[in-house]
């Protein structure tokens, strides 16, 4: 089990108001995926070849196009 340091005091406030959070009660990565509407929804045989069966999250990967090289 983690231990984790504590104090009686709560962290100072910056001058933007926030508190300082301690690096170690931070978690590595968190994710936010908010909850997807059932709207604009593609056939399954579209989906499966789009990668996505929502018409809304389609966007299109431009890759290599979008950077300029002397190989064209």
């Known amino acids: 089990m983690a231990e984790h340091a504590t104090t009686s005091t709560p962290p100072a406030s910056g001058e933007d108001g926030f508190r300082e959070i301690p690096q170690q009660l931070l978690a590595l990565a968190m994710g936010f995926v908010p909850s ?35 190989r064209t």
């Open 36 to 70: 997807q509407i059932w709207q604009n929804i593609y056939e399954p045989n579209v989906a499966l070849a789009r990668g996505t069966i929502f018409a809304d999250l389609d966007k299109p990967f431009i890759g290599e196009e979008a950077v300029c090289n002397d």
